[in-house]
């Protein structure tokens, strides 16, 4: 008899968590994502916006390709609130998971002439980096991504210059280069001042 009770209550008990870890939506890493906050910074640049100030996530943080086919890679883009420079974005329906690497940037649509909008030469950007990382994606997790913040520092200029080579190593994996204009004091490549990458 104090068996069968024993057992009955511990099923109770263990239906009651598994529902009220249900009800909280506890986030085990699947959870999908529902928003993305943070606040932009134009302060070196506030005498010079004309335009709108939006923020805009793609799926990749391959330069070509957002200025390309922006289109194909923009998510969601999200106006800044005027008054205190903050952005609030909804990710419910964009199909994002957690775990997904997405690129964040914000920029001055001083042009705002097309359909899509995009940083159009005169307009002013800026590239959310996570501290201490060499890259430009930012990894996604369950519930509400805060804290982001970015700054507008970099006018988008009209010119088509590239660089093209060759590297050889004996190691294999992913291999990043950066066009740097600042002096690289460290091997530690986390070191760097975002403001001074040109190319990546």
């Not at 957002?66 to 005027?82: A, S």
């Not at 005169?122 to 930012?138: H, S, W």
């Not at 913040?149 to 093209?164: G, N």
Request: hydrophobic residues 40%.
């Amino acid at each position: 008899m104090n068996t069968t009770w024993i057992r009955v209550l511990t099923i109770i008990c263990s239906l009651c968590l598994f529902i009220g870890a249900c009800e909280n939506g506890s986030d085990d890493g699947r959870s999908a994502p529902t928003a993305l906050t943070g606040t932009v910074n134009i302060e070196t640049i506030k005498d010079r916006v004309r335009g709108p100030i939006l923020v805009a996530i793609t799926n990749t943080d391959d330069l070509i390709q957002i200025e390309e086919k922006p289109g194909d890679v923009i998510i969601t883009t999200v106006r800044v609130d005027e008054s205190d420079h903050s952005f609030s974005m909804d990710l419910v329906d964009t199909g994002l998971a957690a775990g997904d690497k997405v690129a964040i940037f914000a920029f001055v649509d001083n042009n705002n002439e097309r359909g899509v909008p995009y940083p159009d030469p005169g307009d002013f950007v800026g590239i959310y980096a996570p501290e201490g990382k060499i890259t430009f994606l930012y990894t996604l997790h369950g519930g509400v991504n805060e804290g982001i913040e970015i700054d507008i520092t970099r006018e988008v200029y009209d010119f088509d210059a590239s660089v093209s080579g060759t590297v050889r190593s004996v190691e294999t994996g992913e291999v990043t280069l950066v066009a740097y204009a600042g002096e690289i004091t460290s091997s530690d490549f986390s070191s760097l001042d975002f403001d001074g990458v040109v190319g990546y």
